[in-house]
């Protein structure tokens, strides 16, 4: 079984600074297989990034992912006040066939 | 525009049965596999089940195999999942995602989840 663990848990910035995210895997993985979602409170996740690096329509590009192997780093360039949520990594795999890293809370400092 | 649609949700006691149904519209419904998340109140998410367009290929988390069915119904293009001996640790909001992937040559690549639905609300209380 694959583990994701995202790091930092909390992330606390201030609008217009560079948000970097972990997501480290516990076994090698395909970037083909690696996405990240958003989480606004009270809302359903949205896709923001898939194949590790691909961003999804209608996602700004100051959202970029990049990574292989084991480490997978999400990157907002300038934070908008609309960026601060939730962020969830993904992969697919085998057994289970899918499983998403813990989360990292995007707070306003 | 591509959506998809849960309902069923409710209140249960512990042991009951509920079932979920997903509604989905905008697209080739039967082109798609789809899958059930649930979070727990406060928690991350947890991936539940996956049934494929066909539902030759279906698949379950641990914590939930031989409790949960998937099934779907490609003329009414929707997806059910029946919860049969529920707990308390099964509340959650659970969400329908489809399944998007680029496939060539009998492999699929760049796997996501593209879109969800907003969710429904299961509770599992005495």
């Known amino acids: 079984e694959i583990v994701l663990t995202q790091s930092p848990d909390t992330l606390s910035l201030s609008p217009g600074e560079r948000a970097t995210l972990s997501c480290r895997a516990s076994?090698?993985?395909?970037?083909?297989?690696l996405a990240w979602y958003q989480q606004k409170r009270g809302q359903a996740p949205r896709l923001l990034i898939y194949?590790?690096?691909s961003r999804a329509t209608g996602i700004p590009d100051r959202f970029s992912g990049s990574g292989s192997g084991t480490d997978f780093t999400l990157t907002i360039s300038r934070l908008e006040p609309e960026d601060f949520a939730v962020y969830y990594c993904?992969?697919?795999?085998?057994?289970?066939?899918?499983?998403f890293g813990q989360g990292t809370k995007l707070e306003i400092k | 525009e591509v959506q998809l649609v849960e309902s069923g949700g409710g209140l249960v006691q512990p042991g009951g049965s509920l079932r979920l149904s997903c509604a989905a519209s905008?697209?080739?419904?039967?082109?798609?596999?789809v899958n059930w998340v649930r979070q727990a109140p406060g928690k991350g998410l947890e991936w539940v089940s996956f049934?494929?367009?066909?539902?030759?290929?279906?698949f379950y988390a641990d914590s939930v195999e031989g409790r949960f069915t998937i099934s779907r119904d490609n003329a009414k293009n929707s997806v059910y999942l029946q919860m049969n001996s529920l707990r308390a640790e099964d509340t959650a909001v659970y969400y329908c995602?489809?399944?998007?992937?680029?496939?060539?040559?009998?492999?699929?690549?760049?796997?996501?989840?593209?879109?969800w639905g907003q969710g429904t609300l299961v509770t599992v209380s005495s």
């Open positions: 905008g697209f080739t419904f039967s082109s798609y596999a």
């Open positions: 076994q090698s993985v395909s970037s083909s297989y």
């Open positions: 995602a489809r399944d998007v992937s680029d496939c060539s040559g009998g492999t699929c690549y760049q796997i996501r989840f593209d879109p």
């Open positions: 993904q992969q697919y795999g085998s057994s289970p066939r899918y499983s």
């Open positions: 049934i494929s367009g066909s539902s030759a290929n279906i």
């Open positions: 194949g590790a690096s």
